[in-house]
């Protein structure tokens, strides 16, 4: 794979993830599940802007971005949702990590991925973190939480 090819990856990716966390965080907030919603919604915001700044980079490099979006399902169960969140982040890390080395000779874009992977370490924590306290509250208390 490219370096371009990886960057163009990235913005179809995060465009999509943030199409479904938004429409996860507006069904969380239909059922009254406030908390979660909100933190799902950041979490989609912070993904489009991630895709902007990949598109950014794109256009210093002399490449006009491709407008693209990778598809993703859309959960109504919360645990299915965090579980899918917490697989696509393991599977993600790597890769990106791995991707680090495309851009030995291209700092800016190296940082910019760098930035990325500290973001998606923490959103891997923080779903991790969710699952284990569903398993060891139950999950009716769990959503009690997520109320407001």
């Given at each position: 794979?490219?370096?371009?090819?990886?960057?163009?990856?990235?913005?179809?990716?995060?465009?999509?993830?943030s199409q479904q966390h938004s429409i996860q965080a507006q069904l969380?907030?239909?059922?009254?599940?406030?908390?979660?919603?909100?933190?799902?919604?950041?979490?989609?915001?912070?993904?489009?802007?991630?895709?902007?700044?990949?598109?950014?980079?794109?256009?210093?490099?002399?490449?006009?971005?491709?407008?693209?979006?990778?598809?993703?399902?859309?959960?109504?169960?919360?645990?299915?949702?965090?579980?899918?969140?917490?697989?696509?982040?393991?599977?993600?890390?790597?890769?990106?990590?791995?991707?680090?080395?495309?851009?030995?000779?291209?700092?800016?874009?190296?940082?910019?991925?760098?930035?990325?992977?500290?973001?998606?370490?923490?959103?891997?924590?923080?779903?991790?973190?969710?699952?284990s306290l569903m398993e060891e509250i139950g999950m009716e208390n769990?959503?009690?939480?997520?109320?407001?």
């Amino acid at each position: 794979m490219t370096k371009i090819e990886f960057l163009q990856m990235l913005a179809k990716g995060w465009f999509g993830n943030s199409q479904q966390h938004s429409i996860q965080a507006q069904l969380l907030k239909e059922r009254g599940y406030g908390k979660l919603a909100d933190k799902i919604m950041a979490e989609s915001d912070e993904e489009w802007e991630e895709a902007k700044k990949v598109n950014a980079r794109l256009i210093e490099l002399g490449v006009t971005p491709k407008v693209e979006i990778e598809e993703y399902p859309v959960f109504t169960d919360v645990k299915e949702m965090l579980e899918y969140d917490c697989k696509d982040s393991y599977n993600a890390l790597p890769e990106m990590s791995k991707a680090l080395a495309l851009f030995d000779d291209d700092y800016v874009t190296k940082h910019m991925i760098q930035e990325f992977i500290v973001d998606e370490q923490e959103h891997y924590n923080w779903v991790r973190q969710h699952l284990s306290l569903m398993e060891e509250i139950g999950m009716e208390n769990y959503l009690i939480e997520q109320l407001g």
